[in-house]
């Protein structure tokens, strides 16, 4: 089965984002509801639009998806630090 996901940036809402990391952090639905003080069925619906907007099929794809364009950062992986500039001219 391959697992297919949009070759371009979706447009994500702020608490789509935040449930794109909380997914990415391998939290359950259950466990997302718990910590944004929502219900699990507003959580699955956000996960449903989540899912069509990025054309994942699945959480796995989803977070394959959020590293493949910057949208979360796991474990150091995918994180975008700024170089450390110095004023002294070599």
Known sequence: MAIS???TPAS???RE??????VA???TNE???????????TVDNHISN???????DNRVALVRWAL???KVC??????CTLPIHSDRIS
């Open 17 to 22: 984002m935040q449930i794109i990391e909380l």
């Open 12 to 14: 994500l809402s702020d």
């Open 25 to 27: 952090a391998g939290l």
């Open 68 to 70: 493949q364009w910057g």
């Open 50 to 56: 989540i899912l069509d907007k990025t054309g994942a």
């Open 74 to 79: 796991l474990d150091e992986v995918n994180c």
């Open 5 to 7: 996901a949009s070759k």
């Open 31 to 41: 466990k997302i509801a718990e910590k944004l003080e929502i219900s699990k069925r």
